[in-house]
Structures are given as structure tokens and as C-alpha cells.
T-cell receptor, first 111, second 112 residues
């Protein structure tokens, strides 16, 4: 059974600081997704990482994938308040885009 | 709006009643997924369709749950004899094979 673990589950940081969220998964997969969710809202697709060594960046967020270590990271650079949300990683269970999600990281960026 | 559309956004029902939710996927997407999300947790996979065929159902999907996608376009998820434990956000998603998965806004179900 595929398991996906994120850490930390809660992250409180100051504006302007950098931090990394980690996503580990238990079985082989070469497709990993990152989503953002605001309270009471649905999931917004941020990144899809499709191969070992993939790195994608948009704005202050950068995601990477190491399939050998079964690890993805979401790095936040110079955080701003608007990044406050819950971030989920999700792993494709076998090529059908059927996703197993982590529990999410609730990020709070304080002024 | 060409995103994934779900209806209703909110549903309040009494225990024992039946409820039905609808999902309209992005038009060119042939895969459609249903997930359930409870407070503080990530979404959990329930079932998925490729065109009109239901290809997989999770063990989470009890006999009280049924999903259809009759013409390979919109889908419905019905819950019979609702229980308080069914209270959750029900999310629909769609994709094309190998492409990004897009989620709808969800239906928040509250069972009293």
C-alpha cells in the first residue's frame, strides 16, 4: 500500500524567510503532484513532476523530485503572507492519475 | 468557466436520507475521479472512470455509495441512507491520461 508522508504538518514562518516542505512516499512512482488549498476551497494544481531530477519553479515556490530517494521537496523563498495555505503532495498510484495524498502542510506566513 | 464543475456546493441532510452529487469534468478529459476529504486530512480516492467505464473503486466506498458516468461526460455520486460519518467534502477531478489532474470546488456534505 502506497503511503505518503509530509513534514512538517504545521509551519509558521516570518515573511522574507526560506523554508522547505518534505514529501516522502513508500513505493516506486515517477509522477508527483503538489497542490495548494485555501480554507474551504478546492485544490489548486501547482506542479507536476514527471521524472527523476525534475525541478519546477513558479514565483517563490520551487519543487523537485528524487525518485530514487522517493522524496520530493517544495521550497519556499522569501515567503509572503499570500502564500499562507495548506500544501499537499500527491503520488500517482500507477499511471492512472489516481492519487494518494499526504496529510498536508499548513503554512502560516506572519508579517 | 471551463474548469471542473460540481453541484451543489453545500448539502445538509438528515441521517438516513439519500443524497446525489453531480460533477461536470473539463470537456476533453476522459478520466473522472471522486475523492473524499475530511477536516485536516488529505483527499482520499473513492473511484474513477475512464469514459463511461468505472475502472476502480476504493475499499472506502461502501455498498451505500454508487457512482455513474452514463455517457462518459458528467458523473453522479449517490449516497444512500446517509450516516454522520459521511460528512465530508466530496471532490471531483478530471484529467487526460498523462496530464495534470484538475479538481472541482467540491460538495460539502453535512449529515445531521
Amino acid at each position: 500500500e502506497l503511503k505518503v508522508e509530509q513534514n512538517p504538518l504545521f509551519l509558521s514562518m516570518q515573511e522574507g524567510k526560506n523554508y522547505t516542505i518534505y514529501c516522502n512516499y513508500s513505493t516506486t512512482s515517477d509522477r508527483l503532484y503538489w497542490y495548494r488549498q485555501d480554507p474551504g476551497k478546492s485544490l489548486e494544481s501547482l506542479f507536476v513532476l514527471l521524472s527523476n531530477g525534475a525541478v519546477k519553479q513558479e514565483g517563490r515556490l520551487m519543487a523537485s523530485l528524487d525518485t530514487k530517494a522517493r522524496l520530493s521537496t517544495l521550497h519556499i523563498t522569501a515567503a509572503v503572507h499570500d502564500l499562507s495555505a495548506t500544501y499537499f503532495c500527491a503520488v500517482d498510484m500507477g499511471g492512472s492519475e489516481k492519487l494518494v495524498f499526504g496529510k498536508g502542510t499548513k503554512l502560516t506566513v506572519n508579517p | 468557466d471551463t474548469g471542473v464543475s460540481q453541484d451543489p456546493r453545500h448539502k445538509i441532510t438528515k441521517r438516513g436520507q439519500n443524497v446525489t452529487f453531480r460533477c461536470d469534468p473539463i470537456s476533453e478529459h476522459n478520466r473522472l475521479y471522486w475523492y473524499r476529504q475530511t477536516l485536516g486530512q488529505g483527499p482520499e480516492f473513492l473511484t474513477y472512470f475512464q469514459n463511461e467505464a468505472q475502472l476502480e473503486k476504493s475499499r472506502l466506498l461502501s455498498d451505500r455509495f454508487s457512482a455513474e458516468r452514463p455517457k462518459g461526460s458528467f458523473s453522479t455520486l449517490e449516497i444512500q441512507r446517509t450516516e454522520q460519518g459521511d460528512s465530508a467534502m466530496y471532490l471531483c477531478a478530471s484529467s487526460f491520461p498523462g496530464a495534470r489532474v484538475f479538481f472541482g470546488s467540491g460538495t460539502q456534505l453535512s449529515v445531521l
